[in-house]
């Protein structure tokens, strides 16, 4: 079902409560073929933030919401020519709720959704590429992504990792959201202020989007973990070293569920992160 974004507004308040109430399990809800490939698939790209939400830490240099989108313009640019149908959650500088970007991304049945971030932290020094999913039919598009991300980008690897953020917990597709570097790390903020990186950024994404079936059964094969070996991590801030900056980044996407699953890990419920983290801002 396409939705016209004058449809899209009507629903948004409606879904935002839908969504609140809704507590199925997301493997219930989760029947996509992982076998779909190929430039049939529509490709629903998400570039983070946007109007007011510009993306970041208070006081950060660079606009996260401005990079995001160049990258995901130019992803759209690329896959399309490739034959993909491309949709994107915003093609300018606005604000769309992170519903809304579900609901975007849900509307298609056989779309995959790629969320374009880069991090921020306090300390300069942290930087590196990271990539995270959440359903297990997600796993193989993080790991593609991650693959080319990482392997084309100077900066170091993070790795992909599992986090039940809110625009990777509510689609029912293959979803992923690729942190490109840090733009508070000079030198990554250097690189991703020139349109050569963002152009070689977006084509990394999109080797991985081409190559998200043949690169993760490649690499579950050999070295790759599988969904069950990546476990849903608790909220750990791995950008900052000392105590006293141990406090989370005011990023909107970083709505982490926690799951209780050792006594081990901090845990927070659903209920506690929305209200300290009101959906959709
Ligand atoms: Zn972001």
Redesign the pocket.
Known sequence: MKISFSQLRLIVAGFSVASMVCTASRAAQTSRDPQISGPSTTVVIDA??GGYDR??IPGQRIP?KEM?LDVAQRLKALLAAGGYRVVMTRNSDVFVPLAARVAIANSYGNAIFVCI???SAKRMGAGGIETYFYSRESLPLASAIHYYVAGGAPSSNRGVRRRGFYVLRKTRVPSVLV?CGFLTNPTEGEYVQTSTYRQKLAEEIAAGVRGRNSVGSALSATRMATAESIPLQPYIDQTKVTKSERKRPK???KKSVRKKKSSSQPTESEASAASKNPEGN
């Open positions: 983070g933030h993306g970041g996260e995001t971030h880069f991090n942190e990023h909107s996407h």
